[in-house]
């Protein structure tokens, strides 16, 4: 088992609280049904120190590890994930300045997420073809004046892209000849030229609206370069691998979570003059998703701590070996959530098929964590490329 | 190699089918799943156009067919993606109980609107506290010498905002043990005393009008039992 000490029980007791108090059942039903931002909850969040807290104490973050953002994004998620993606996510667009921001941009930028009202939204994701070997970029390099780059292209389904302020992407370097980078760009959304499409409701996630950000001709000089606007393929990785590991931490509470309510009903529904519990195919079920949370536990856990351990300076092939493991967390907790939501959903009958009873909802939003953060087919060529 | 028996006015049949949904359903879906209901009419033109309802007797308007006319109307509404319009559900769930169970009259009465898509179905089974478990159920039907009087509720009814005609399972109340107690009646939509809830909120089949339908002191004809009384779980 993983033992956590107090201080870490501490944060999951908080967080539970907060969670049980701040995400209300009616919202829920509401903001999935419309797609909304739940702008308040997570400035509740945020005056209570739970955003960013893995960022530096100078950064205004709490100086925590990515293994206390897992048990953290668990703790809400086990409530209601749809908010606790949200909240967890929100962050994340931030985490490239974290990892490559210039001290002047860390210090400008960190603060106003984590204390202030500013959303940063990333689009790496769409650089993650690159895994795969394919390089099929979507911003086009149209030219170079000055030592300004003219833009054109489209970003597609950037997470919080109609309501962030600021986006960081990136470029392949084999558009400007340094095959070897990425050329990592943070701009404001309102710029010229930059048109901003919200998309239409996902099936889960729905706290996260999506857009496809289009750029028409946006010039963009050093300025809005990230750092020194180039990031190698080991830096990218560990951004991927922190966001990874965020979804494994909410995947663990989507299981956990929709566990809960499974156990709830099955004390006390009765079918044939027996509770449902009594009966074997229950018992066999509930035991099968018991041992599910608990392997994606163990390996998200353990996976966590090894990132924690890294800094810019671990070496590649050691990185790598934790890229692999961070995959692996991913893979197998995105699949311990979607099939355990998936049996809570069947022990619940057709009450576990309406909203009401908040149980598909955790079912959703699984099924999504399977395709963000990278697909676990991307996540699963990073295991192998570690093993050959 | 063919391993179903299909002839040539199957795949006539599955042809038209095929032609009609693009025209009258696929473009219409997106309206119907956030309506979450399929508007009446449809049913009404697929009905004419004699979709519903393939096994019924031509003596009352259906197309006389065998089941694998049913098979093609399920896999191509399916194909449709989309669940709405449940035509399956009432051609090959319900109409089959007034078609094995229903008096001469019965059949005369429904038959031929449930073909022409004048009448929609449902079958009203389960209830907030029994669904695996049929016997379980509380609505009762008590004989009261000229019709019977409906209570009770029943919940996660498909078609249950559109339905024109029920298939009500209840309990007769004098009759102790639940698998003899247990019988089916037609309920007329408008009967006084039988009221639709609200369309339920799901997961998915959103164009699918789901619903609680509650009965209180529903009176309904005595002919409206179909088939033996308590003959539910004997056959």
């Known amino acids: 088992m993983v033992n ?74 086990q409530v209601d994930s749809t908010f606790g993606i949200s909240i967890m996510y929100s962050v994340v667009g931030a985490e490239p300045i974290f990892l490559f921001g210039s001290e002047e941009q860390k210090s400008e930028f960190l603060p106003k997420v984590i204390e202030g009202d500013e959303i940063i939204c990333h689009a790496l994701g769409n650089n993650y073809d690159f895994i795969l070997g394919a390089n099929s970029p979507c911003i086009r390099v149209e030219s170079i004046q000055d030592g300004a780059f003219i833009l054109n292209g489209e970003l597609s389904n950037v997470i919080n892209g109609p309501c962030a302020d600021w986006l960081i992407f990136c470029i392949h370097g084999s558009q400007i000849h340094r095959d070897e980078d990425f050329c990592i760009f943070l701009v404001p959304l309102d710029m010229d030229g930059i048109e901003i499409e919200p998309k239409v409701k996902g099936l889960g996630w729905s706290m996260c609206p999506r857009a496809n950000i289009v750029f028409n001709n946006v010039e963009l ?78 390996i998200t856990y353990n996976a966590a701590k090894a990132l924690s351990n890294t800094t810019r300076k671990t070496s590649w092939k050691k990185l790598s070996k934790i890229v692999s493991q961070v995959s692996m ?47 676990i087919h991307a996540n699963r060529e990073l295991i192998i490329q570690n093993a050959v | 190699m063919q391993i179903l028996p299909y002839k040539k006015e199957h795949h006539e ?111 009203a089974m389960t209830e907030p506290d029994a669904g695996s478990d049929l016997s379980s159920i509380k609505t009762i039907a008590q004989d009261q010498g000229d019709y019977f009087v409906l209570n009770g509720s029943k919940t996660f009814i498909s078609n249950g905002i559109n339905c024109d005609l029920v298939v009500v399972a209840a309990r007769d109340p004098d009759i102790e043990d639940p698998y003899k107690a247990m019988s089916l009646y037609l309920v007329e939509d408008g009967t006084e005393g039988f009221n639709k809830g609200n369309k339920l909120d799901k997961m998915g089949m959103h164009s699918q009008d789901t619903a609680e339908l509650f009965f209180v002191n529903c009176k309904i004809p005595k002919k409206n039992i179909l088939g033996q009384k308590t003959m539910v779980f004997l056959c």
């Open chain 1, 221 to 298: 000089d050093k300025t809005y370069f990230l750092r020194n606007g180039y990031i190698g393929k080991k830096e990218l990785m560990r951004f991927w691998a922190s966001e990874m590991i965020i979804i494994a931490g909410l995947c663990l509470g989507i299981a956990k979570g929709s566990l809960d309510k499974a156990l709830d009903y099955v004390k006390v529904r009765e079918q044939f003059n027996k509770k449902l519990m009594d009966f074997p195919v229950t018992r066999e079920k509930i035991s099968e998703m018991l041992i599910k949370v608990l392997q994606a536990r163990l």
């Open chain 2, 13 to 123: 049949f599955r042809k038209r089918l095929r032609e009609f949904c693009k025209k009258e359903v696929i473009p219409n879906i997106p309206m119907w799943e956030q309506q979450k209901l399929v508007p009446k009419e449809v049913w009404q033109h697929m009905g004419r156009s004699g979709f519903l309802c393939p096994t019924v007797d031509k003596r009352y308007g259906g197309l006389g067919g065998d089941f694998l006319y049913s098979v093609i109307l399920a896999e191509e509404i399916a194909y449709t993606n989309h669940s709405g319009l449940f035509a399956s559900l009432h051609s090959d769930v319900v109409v089959p109980y007034i078609v094995s169970y229903g008096s001469e009259e019965i059949k005369q009465k429904y038959l031929p609107g449930c073909v022409k898509g004048d009448i929609i179905t449902a079958v």
């Open chain 1, 4 to 77: 956590l000490d107090k201080f870490q029980k501490d944060i999951i007791k908080a967080a539970k609280e907060f969670a049980k108090g701040e995400f209300e059942p009616e919202a829920a039903l509401e903001y999935d049904g419309e797609g909304v931002f739940p702008h308040e909850v997570i400035n509740k969040a945020k005056e209570l120190g739970f955003i960013g807290i893995h960022f530096s104490e100078q950064y205004t973050g709490a100086g925590l590890t990515y293994f206390e953002e897992v048990i953290l994004s668990e703790a809400l998620a």
């Open chain 1, 329 to 375: 967390a991913k893979v197998s907790s995105a699949r311990a959530a979607k099939e355990v939501s998936d049996q809570s959903i069947q022990l619940l009958g057709g009450y576990g098929y309406m909203r009401e009873y908040h149980v598909e909802r955790f079912y959703r939003d699984a099924k999504c964590c399977e395709l963000l953060g990278g697909n």
